[in-house]
Each structure stands twice: as structure tokens, then as C-alpha cells.
């Protein structure tokens, strides 16, 4: 089972599709749950991620604004995809029913 | 202030590993943040990850076995060398005649005098150096904690002289006699002599020559086991000479204390012990290099 902090990350990785990289899945992380999401939490939880073998990291290329320093790229497989499912779906049956889901559903259409 | 700031989490992210610092420094030119959110991430990913290599046994065998006793050690046989060639150093630059000289038999002295002190300060040099290479070598990647670890001992233990206090604390409330009121009160009441010469040799002899091991040590290659078995058994004759020059130091210093104290016995030197580390890692790497000339160890 994935801990919070670890479906955020993948999610966004996935979100990010080709795009993922350190900094991107940082700016997500924080832009959708406003809460800081600081580099220690975030490198720490990609290595363990990717010693669980739900994704692969590589060096990418380097950018003008970064200073010409790579990038870590960062691609969720499939495995890494099951266990995002596996958690959100764990969530889903588990908050049906309780008084915030039915808020949610409310608001949401 | 910002550029400080920008410059010390720079500094701070050298203990990651290459990739991890060009990636989080990337990271964070790209994000924009100020020098202090810099800073402070940084940090936080500097500890957790020496906090994820502290839980192997590795890193604390380096710090329990070798930081802590060689940091004591070193600081306590420094001091005594300082102490011991003190007096000659004042005798011969403070108080220079060219007598010392001219006259045979000062000459005679004043080379025998200088040769002891600089073989004893090369035992003292190969000591640290070997310190350092097994430090370097052992630690790996939590070098940068193990060796600020090591200084601080070494500070601590010139500070503080804790074994030069103690054994007068526990066996005589009389000050010793080396101290300011001894023998050679003159020399020891020079505040020169008392803490700059010994904190100079320990710069000189101690900290750089451990630090020149610990860069070494870092860049040791992987080694055939005869060799490695060979180079290691020089190291560790080499630390336990060490450990037998300080204890003897701390037998004279209990001597010293005793109200009538006893004969101090002629000891043998350890400098062709203290030698075998820097020989073996010599032996090693000039053997390595006659059999594999593109590495380097």
C-alpha cells in the first residue's frame, strides 16, 4: 500500500506524462494540494518509488534556466500505475458514505 | 545575505551524490526560491539522506572505531610533541647564539636534538595520514559528517586536554610538570608556546596530513585480496602504534603526578611503524600501477 505522499507523487508524474522531472512534479504537488512540497520529501520518495520498482529515473537533458544542470526524469511503469489504482480505489471505498464524500458530490456535478 | 545563503546550500549539496546535485541544484535555479528556501531545502535533504546512511553498521563502525580514538589520539600525541620540542624550540629560537654552532658540542646537540624532533613530527605525519585514508576509505559517503565529527574531536581535545587534566585531577591536586610551575615553567607560561605552537603543529602535522589521507582514501579502488590483506595490515600497525605512543604518554603523565615518580624507562621509536601505513598504500599503488598503467588507485 502507498502512503500518501507517494500516490500524490505518482499521480503527478503521470499527469506530467513525458514531462516529469523533479521541479515539474514539485510545482504540481504544490499547485494542486497548496501545501509546500519541499526537496527532501520529494527526492527521498522518488528513490524509495523507485526502489519498489513503480518507476525509472534517468538524467535528462540540461536547460539554460536551470543553470545547465540535468534534469531528473521521472516515468511511472506499470506496476507503479496498479499501486496509484489500487490506493485511490482503497480511498474511494473507504470515504463512501461518510459525511465529507457526500460535501464532495454535492459540490462537485 | 542571499548570496550567502545561495553559496552555503551550493557547499551544503556537495555531500550529495553527483547526479542528486546537479539535479536539485537545476531544480531550484529553475523554481526560483530565495536563497534561504534554497538553504533550508537543501538541508533537509542533506540530513535525510545521511540519516537513511546512517542505519548501516558501516558509517558508525568508521565513527565508534576510528573517529572518536583518533581524534583523542591524535589531539593527545600532538600535544605531547608539541609539549616535548617546546623547550628546544625556545631554546634555539627564542634564546639563538651562534654558538649552537661554532661550538662542537652544542652543534652536536643542536643536530641531535633537531633530528629527534623531526623524526618524531614525520611519526606524527604518517600517523594522521593513515588516520585519514582509513577514515576516507571506510566512511564513503558519510565522509563529510565523519570527518567535521573527527575535527571537532581534535578541537575538543586541544581545548579542553581532557587526558592531561584528568590525571592530575585523579591522583594530585599538584600542578604538573610540564605546567606553567614546573621544570620549564619559563617556556609553558608563554602563551605562544602554551597554545599557539601546539595548535600551529596540530594544523600542521595533524589536521592537513589527515585530510590529504581521507582524499586519498576516498579514491581507493577496488584492490586484489593479497594486496588489500597487505595494505591493510600495514593501517592497522600503523593506528596501533598510535595507540601505544599516546598510552605511554598517559603512563609518564600518571608518573609525572605520583609524588615521587618513577624512572622513566628508554623507549624504543615507532616511527619505522608509523612509516608502514604510507609504505603499504605506497607499495600498493605503485604495484597497481605496473600491472593496470590506465588506473589509478
Redesign the interface.
Known sequence: MLGEFEYLLLTAAVRLGKDA???AI??EIEAITGRRC????L??TLDRLEKKGFLKTW?GD??P???G????MVQVNAKGVQAATSFYNAIARMSRGVSWEAKRTAVEP | MKRFNWWLAEIVSLSLTPEEWEAVNGDLAESGETGGQALRDVLGLVVRRQIALWKSWRPWLAFLALVVPLGVLLSLVSRMMADGSAIYAWMYLNNWTWTYVTNAGARIDLIRYGADIALKYLALLCWSWTGGFLLGSLSRRTISVNVSLFCLALLLGELLEPPRNLGHWLLCPRPLGQGANGVHGGVYSLAFYSVMFPLILQMLLVVLPSFWGVRQGLRLATLPIPRRTILWTCMIATVAALGTESSVWWQLRTWDVRPNPAPVPHLPSLLPIALLGPLGYWLAKTSWRNERPSRII
Not at chain 1, 544542470?69 to 531528473?72: F, L, P, Q
Open positions: 522531472y523533479g521541479a514539485r510545482q519541499s526537496i527532501g520529501a527526492y527521498t538524467m540540461a536547460t534556466q536551470r543553470g544542470r540535468a534534469k531528473r
